[in-house]
């Protein structure tokens, strides 16, 4: 049995998020704008079939595929939103299930850091992270998911909702996590539109 764990549609991919998740593609590079399908299901194996039945189905890109023994997801995009969203039916179809049936995401953790010391910041920055730096001084939103794939949800309507830094966004694995940087009234603004755009996508 395959049990579907995370199913989010992105309209429109914002240009930090876009440009964060080529660096971490294996696959084609999405562009700003496009629209983006993330589908993780368990057994991870399970993944193989699925990416199959979407790429023959619709003129989707891979942007990625992970596939480990737990989980394993994709990552579709394209500059039309119906190809992407055809794709996901398709996927849909061949699971016996329906968008409804995905895992509700859980926020594991979720705090704001206000004005980082210049000794956190670089700690941070050597890490491995494929976004932008933070900087002294600066506040940083942290936010950990289950399952993994809505941090990229999260942070796709953070930066729509505020001017912000895109640190880093992890998500596979048990857990997602993102971190996001900037001016202290601009991290509230995107912590508010992360928690509220996570917690209010359906599942079971």
């Known amino acids: 049995m395959i049990e579907l764990r995370t199913y989010v549609f992105i ?11 080529g660096t971490v593609s294996q696959g084609f590079l999405p562009v700003p704008g496009d629209a983006c399908l993330w589908i993780e299901v368990s057994p991870g194996m399970a993944v193989h079939r699925l990416t199959n039945v979407a790429l023959k189905a619709t003129r989707v890109h891979l942007g990625q595929q992970v596939v480990e023994r737990a989980f394993g997801s994709m990552v579709l995009h ?18 016996g299930t329906r968008e409804e049936s995905r895992h509700k995401c859980r926020i594991a953790w979720s705090e704001i850091i206000r004005a980082i010391s210049p000794d956190h910041a670089v700690l941070i920055n050597r890490q491995d992270r494929k976004g932008s730096m933070i900087q002294p001084g600066q506040s940083m939103f942290i936010l950990e998911t289950e399952p993994a794939g809505y941090a990229v949800y999260a942070a796709n309507e953070a ?28 991290i509230d603004a995107a912590a508010q ?4 755009a996570v917690n209010n996508l359906s599942g079971v």
Request: proline letters at 2%.
């Open 11 to 21: 309209d429109s991919l914002q240009p930090q998020l876009a440009v964060y998740l």
């Open 159 to 186: 930066e729509k909702a505020a001017n912000i830094t895109l640190v880093d966004v992890r998500a596979v694995g048990a857990y997602g996590r993102l971190t996001l940087a900037g001016r202290e009234a601009d």
């Open 78 to 95: 394209h500059r039309d939103h119906s190809d992407v969203l055809e794709a996901g039916r398709a996927v849909l179809t061949n699971l």
């Open 193 to 196: 539109a992360a928690i509220h």
